[in-house]
């Protein structure tokens, strides 16, 4: 199973509509099983996939990331190994709607597949507790290197089921992100056509990547995001793509994607008049949204 982290120190960039797209072209298109995990108490990425009301139901029967962070805020194993009440698999909803499962009915389905690993709004303070219980003075490393231990060992006991897990990070730096961004295979940032989202990536991956996480500079790609048309958008990302060749060389995507209503509107897949087929859902951008999958898949190999 590899490991995809999309993450910015920037809110708003386009993660978590990115997460979804590569999540739809890897199991809709190239017929993997994917594993998302939304580490972000936003929970827009689960929403995206199990609504609102959904997404209560799964808290309150133990199937989210929030429950099993959770688990190990009991303060009964302080300074040891911490080991989870409940195992990371019961708490990840296999085949949730995936573009596959809306049309079950189709002789011609394929095999990839969307599971989820959801959190709620109180993942936050999940981690707080987590982060109080196993801060050591002097250490500001240590929760985010206990949580990567245990995570990574969750996510090995799970490994068979799925060829990619995709981490939809917050914005900021938090612990659940940080063991996220250490394990990752790959780290794609998103960033849009404006100066401070192209200094927010500089620090991003300056002091958190370089300095903080001690990550060298192989893994990590930026691509553009809500990309505007019109002459003067594109002048203004021509000069943008020039300043971020200079930072970031080779490690930049192809890939653009477009400022696209399709990409405001697949948010509502989930209700009863939802989509049906990739083509649907993506429409206009669909191609983009491919190449995205292409690009992203030559480089984690
Ligand atoms: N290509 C696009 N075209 C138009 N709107 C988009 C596009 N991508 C994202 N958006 C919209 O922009 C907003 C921010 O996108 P998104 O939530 O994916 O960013 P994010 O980086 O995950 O944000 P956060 O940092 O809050 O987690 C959302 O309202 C989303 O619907
Ligand atoms: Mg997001």
């Known amino acids: 199973m590899k490991k995809i982290a999309i993450a910015n120190m920037k809110g708003g960039v386009g993660k978590s509509t990115s997460a979804m797209?590569?999540?739809?072209?890897?199991?809709?298109?190239?017929?993997?099983?994917?594993?998302?995990?939304?580490?972000?108490?936003?929970?827009?990425?689960?929403?995206?996939?199990?609504?609102?009301?959904?997404?209560?139901?799964?808290?309150?029967?133990?199937?989210?990331?929030?429950?099993?962070?959770?688990?190990?805020?009991?303060?009964?194993?302080?300074?040891?190994?911490?080991?989870?009440d409940i195992d990371a698999a019961r708490t990840i909803q296999s085949n949730v709607s995936g573009l596959e499962s809306l049309r079950m009915n189709n002789p011609r389905r394929r095999n990839g597949q969307i599971s989820l690993w959801a959190a709620t709004p109180d993942l936050r303070f999940a981690e707080l507790a987590f982060d109080h219980l196993y801060f050591v003075a002097g250490d500001r490393a240590s929760p985010r290197n206990m949580l990567n231990g245990l995570l990574k060992d969750a996510l090995s006991s799970v490994e068979v089921q799925f060829d990619y897990a995709i981490f939809d990070c917050p914005p900021g730096f938090s612990t659940l992100s940080q063991s996220a961004l250490l394990q990752a295979d790959l780290i794609l940032s998103p960033l849009n056509v404006d100066r401070v989202s192209l200094w927010s990536l500089m620090?991003?991956?300056k002091q958190g990547l370089e300095e903080t996480l001690s990550l060298g500079v192989t893994r990590r790609y930026?691509?553009?995001?809500?990309?505007?048309?019109?002459?003067?958008?594109?002048?203004?990302?021509?000069?943008?793509?020039?300043?971020?060749?200079?930072?970031?060389?080779t490690s930049v995507l192809e890939t653009e994607i477009p400022f696209s209503v399709q990409a405001l509107r697949f948010v509502r897949r989930v209700d009863e008049q939802s989509y049906t087929t990739f083509n649907h859902k993506y429409g206009g951008i669909r191609k983009t949204v491919e190449s995205f999958g292409n690009e992203v898949l030559n480089l984690v190999y």
């Open 21 to 84: 797209m590569l999540a739809d072209v890897l199991s809709h298109q190239y017929e993997k099983r994917v594993l998302l995990i939304d580490c972000d108490p936003q929970s827009n990425l689960s929403q995206m996939i199990l609504s609102f009301p959904g997404l209560k139901s799964a808290k309150a029967a133990g199937c989210t990331i929030t429950n099993w962070i959770e688990s190990f805020g009991n303060g009964t194993m302080l300074g040891h190994n911490p080991s989870p």
């Open 203 to 205: 620090n991003f991956w």
């Open 222 to 249: 930026a691509f553009l995001t809500m990309v505007a048309g019109g002459n003067g958008a594109k002048r203004e990302k021509l000069k943008l793509r020039e300043d971020l060749r200079r930072f970031a060389g």
